[in-house]
């Protein structure tokens, strides 16, 4: 048999880019990839009494709880006539896609050690999955939060001033940029946690903070009035500007710049690579610490 690389259908090497996303590799394995994100989906609630429910129920129990907290007890205010439940769950639905990919691709390596060490196929596969499957859920959310819209734009008894905006075009790239985001961080963490795993028990609690730190639950010009010396470390916080640019999207509270677009996209992008390069790294020698 001739020994030229282009007899192979594909060579599988050691040796590997900086940056490797092979696309058409991910492509031939689409397969794969569609049957894990159907494990994730099922598997997730499965014996569950509720189901699919949970999708529904979760974000409604908190937003109702945020409600009632920041805004009845503690008069956060989010704006000139927008419903706090309305505008509480903008914040969720948008914080739940991130956080879950987060928190669903960084134990990718232990979770998946088993069938890692048995066969060959592109690792970076099982996170993927991770994203796709957490985005149907968020579809299901932000049907969710498009109902209440609905309802009260056009039934409540209550004035409301919201409005969606022509940026509203841009929800896509923002989705983009909130799974990706997620994804590389939780890759660090994932290739990380091979050799330390104190940080499986910090992760749960480090999403918890960060989400306390990303404007979910209050709007960034309040925390800016009422904490000024400290507003940067919310202000420049990529989460924070994807939330506040989802509320102006949908809601017309807060401000929009092309500026904010390119910064969240560098951030993403910079996450994202140096994720692939430490994961793609540790793929290679995990199974002798995992």
């Excluded at 994804?183 to 989400?211: A, E, H, N, P």
Aim: proline content about 4%.
């Amino acid at each position: 048999m001739n020994n030229k690389n282009s007899d192979w259908l594909y060579t599988i090497s050691p040796k590997k880019k900086l940056i490797d996303l092979n696309f058409s590799e991910i492509w031939r394995y689409r397969d794969l990839l569609l049957l894990f994100v159907k494990r994730d989906v099922i598997t997730q609630y499965k014996q569950t009494i509720l189901g699919p429910l949970w999708y529904f129920i979760q974000p409604l129990f908190t937003g109702v709880i945020f409600t009632l907290i920041f805004n009845n007890l503690a008069a956060i205010p989010t704006g000139s006539g927008v419903p706090p439940f309305l505008f509480n769950l903008a914040g969720i639905t948008s914080w739940n896609y991130f956080s879950s990919c987060l928190t669903g691709t960084s134990n990718t390596f232990k979770a998946n050690q088993g069938i890692f060490g048995k066969v060959y196929f592109p690792r970076v596969i099982t996170p993927l999955s991770v994203v796709f499957s957490n985005l149907l859920k968020y579809g299901i959310q932000l049907l969710v939060f498009f109902c209440f819209y609905l309802y009260f734009v056009f039934f409540s008894n209550k004035a409301t001033n919201v409005s969606p905006q022509f940026v509203i075009i841009f929800l896509p790239i923002l989705i983009l940029f909130m799974g990706f985001f997620g994804l590389g961080i939780g890759m660090i963490i994932s290739s990380m946690t091979t050799k330390y795993r104190d940080l499986t028990f910090l992760v749960g609690f480090g999403v918890q903070l960060l989400m306390y730190g990303s404007a979910v639950m209050y709007p960034l010009s309040y925390f800016k009035e009422k904490v000024p010396e400290y507003s940067w470390l919310v202000e420049y916080n990529p989460m924070t500007i994807i939330i506040e640019l989802f509320r102006h999207m949908t809601l017309g509270v807060g401000d929009f710049s092309i500026f904010k677009i390119l910064y969240v996209g560098v951030a993403v992008i910079l996450i994202f690579s140096l994720g692939l390069i430490i994961f793609n790294k540790t793929e290679k020698t995990f199974i002798d610490t995992v």
